[in-house]
């Protein structure tokens, strides 16, 4: 296996031979036998220890072992341990999913604090099983049925290849020694059902099972990246850009068939993945929007309209400028200058009477019940309405900016000055107001 397992590295994972890198170790078989693997064709690597404190005296010894390991080996051990049963009751998640965030968080840590490139761990072929499994049992598409990925931006997992089989071999072949964790052997959680009850049956009915599962999920990943290719073009198509925002045709997007596998293949990667939300959305009224965690999409008469949400977007709600500012850059670049005479107006600059403005000027979002003065028209004027007879899409209402005097607004910027700043015969002192996009 030690041929093999130098040759694949070689092969699929050559940067970490030159890199020094993190192996994640909790003293179980499979990170044993990975830290040996790789401490046996020299790689640069130093050894991390999580203890959850979940077992006790147990939880311990397996520190204890891990270090010891690190000693035999002349490597850098580094260790931490987590209040993880705290970390449960106060994030409200799974003991499972606790641990995972939080050795993660650490491994990051580590990373950027120590310069390691990749932190590599022991998932096998026997866990891209047991993984497989889990996700086709609760539903998925295709990226579920892919399996775990033998890398990412900072995680490598050399073993995938490799059953648990193989890796026990290699153990004992070499008087390697590890710690069993007593809680691996509880059916009551669902991967070790998995493990325990049901793949033992696959194994059965099929000697090859498991070789031939590596073979499909082989094509399986062929078949992503190929769908993966196709959306990305078509989205390039069908995602035109306006205003900062994705803005796309709903009669183009209800040609494509299969639609739902469509819809979930064009809005996966901004956090949209329950089908029928977005199948809804393509026949709701004009103003509904679904969110994701960072996205918001929204229709719009015959399009949808895909933005970042404004907590991503991080902008504040209100920005003051002095008098003295003669140009700002804030959420929006705006410049001031006086003039001695006026010009027309347009969508980038305005002339108002310097001596009707009350400061500081106020650069805010526009908030329900707003109104104003639309120039060159009698009365006032709802923004909303305004906004519904320019047929400004929903998705840019929330983006609008406006430049107000107090409460009065004095320009919705970019679209309409108020009648009320104007330059009079009798105006003693004109700004012009340009704003910088």
């Given at each position: 296996?030690?041929?093999?397992?130098?040759?694949?590295i070689?092969s699929?994972f050559s940067s970490?031979?030159k890199?020094?890198?993190?192996?994640a170790?909790s003293?179980?078989?499979d990170?044993?036998?990975?830290?040996?693997?790789?401490?046996?064709?020299e790689?640069?690597i130093?050894i991390?220890?999580?203890n959850?404190?979940?077992?006790?005296?147990?939880?311990?010894?397996?520190q204890?072992?891990?270090?010891h390991?690190a000693?035999?080996?002349?490597?850098?051990?580094?260790?931490?341990h987590?209040?993880?049963?705290?970390?449960?009751?106060?994030?409200k998640?799974?003991?499972?999913?606790a641990?995972?965030?939080?050795?993660y968080?650490?491994?990051?840590?580590?990373?950027?604090?120590n310069?390691?490139?990749?932190v590599?761990?022991?998932h096998?072929?026997?866990?891209n099983?047991?993984?497989?499994?889990?996700?086709l049992?609760?539903?998925?598409?295709?990226d579920?049925l892919t399996g775990?990925?033998?890398h990412t931006?900072t995680?490598?997992r050399?073993?995938?290849?490799?059953?648990?089989a193989?890796?026990?071999a290699?153990?004992k072949s070499?008087?390697?020694e590890?710690?069993?964790d007593?809680?691996?052997a509880?059916?009551?959680y669902l991967?070790?059902?998995?493990?325990?009850e049901?793949?033992?049956?696959?194994?059965?009915?099929?000697?090859n099972?498991?070789e031939?599962?590596k073979?499909?999920?082989?094509?399986?990943?062929?078949?992503?990246?190929?769908?993966?290719n196709?959306?990305?073009?078509?989205?390039?198509?069908?995602?035109?850009?306006?205003?900062g925002?994705?803005?796309?045709?709903?009669?183009?997007?209800k040609?494509?068939?299969p639609?739902?596998g469509y819809?979930?293949?064009?809005?996966?990667e901004f956090?949209?993945?329950?089908?029928?939300?977005?199948?809804?959305?393509?026949?709701?009224?004009?103003g509904?929007?679904?969110?994701?965690?960072?996205?918001i999409?929204?229709?719009?008469?015959?399009?949808?309209?895909l933005?970042?949400?404004?907590i991503?977007?991080?902008?504040a709600?209100t920005y003051?400028?002095s008098?003295?500012d003669?140009?700002?850059?804030?959420?929006?670049?705006l410049?001031?200058?006086d003039?001695p005479?006026?010009?027309?107006?347009t969508?980038?600059?305005?002339?108002?009477d310097k001596?009707?403005?009350?400061?500081?000027l106020?650069?805010r979002?526009?908030?329900k019940?707003d109104?104003?003065?639309?120039?060159?028209?009698?009365?006032?004027?709802?923004?909303?309405k305004?906004?519904k007879d320019?047929?400004?899409?929903?998705?840019l209402k929330d983006?609008?900016?406006?430049?107000?005097?107090?409460?009065d607004?004095?320009?919705v910027i970019?679209?309409?000055?108020?009648?009320r700043?104007k330059?009079?015969?009798n105006?003693?002192?004109?700004l012009?107001?340009?704003?910088?996009?």
């Amino acid at each position: 296996m030690l041929t093999d397992f130098k040759s694949h590295i070689a092969s699929n994972f050559s940067s970490l031979l030159k890199d020094r890198v993190l192996v994640a170790c909790s003293g179980g078989l499979d990170s044993v036998v990975l830290t040996h693997l790789c401490h046996a064709i020299e790689m640069d690597i130093a050894i991390a220890h999580c203890n959850f404190k979940l077992r006790g005296l147990e939880s311990d010894a397996d520190q204890v072992s891990v270090e010891h390991l690190a000693k035999q080996l002349g490597k850098v051990f580094l260790n931490t341990h987590f209040d993880t049963l705290g970390h449960v009751k106060q994030e409200k998640v799974s003991v499972q999913m606790a641990a995972r965030e939080l050795r993660y968080t650490w491994f990051h840590g580590l990373m950027k604090t120590n310069g390691f490139t990749k932190v590599l761990t022991a998932h096998h072929l026997d866990d891209n099983l047991e993984t497989f499994l889990i996700n086709l049992s609760r539903g998925t598409g295709i990226d579920g049925l892919t399996g775990i990925p033998e890398h990412t931006e900072t995680i490598a997992r050399p073993l995938l290849k490799y059953s648990r089989a193989e890796l026990l071999a290699y153990a004992k072949s070499n008087g390697l020694e590890w710690r069993e964790d007593a809680s691996n052997a509880d059916a009551k959680y669902l991967r070790n059902k998995i493990r325990l009850e049901l793949v033992p049956v696959l194994k059965e009915l099929h000697p090859n099972f498991l070789e031939n599962f590596k073979k499909s999920t082989t094509y399986l990943n062929q078949s992503a990246a190929i769908a993966k290719n196709q959306l990305a073009e078509l989205q390039k198509a069908l995602f035109v850009q306006e205003n900062g925002l994705s803005k796309i045709s709903i009669s183009k997007l209800k040609k494509l068939h299969p639609l739902d596998g469509y819809l979930y293949g064009l809005f996966q990667e901004f956090g949209f993945n329950e089908w029928g939300n977005l199948r809804d959305l393509l026949d709701a009224m004009s103003g509904k929007c679904i969110e994701s965690k960072t996205h918001i999409l929204s229709k719009d008469r015959g399009f949808l309209w895909l933005s970042p949400s404004d907590i991503e977007r991080g902008e504040a709600d209100t920005y003051a400028i002095s008098q003295n500012d003669n140009s700002v850059i804030l959420p929006i670049g705006l410049e001031f200058l006086d003039v001695p005479e006026r010009n027309e107006n347009t969508s980038a600059i305005i002339y108002v009477d310097k001596n009707a403005l009350k400061y500081p000027l106020l650069v805010r979002k526009w908030k329900k019940g707003d109104y104003f003065y639309p120039l060159g028209l009698q009365g006032k004027k709802k923004l909303a309405k305004f906004f519904k007879d320019e047929k400004v899409p929903v998705a840019l209402k929330d983006r609008q900016w406006f430049l107000c005097s107090g409460e009065d607004i004095v320009w919705v910027i970019g679209k309409r000055a108020d009648e009320r700043f104007k330059v009079q015969p009798n105006t003693k002192a004109i700004l012009r107001i340009e704003v910088k996009l």
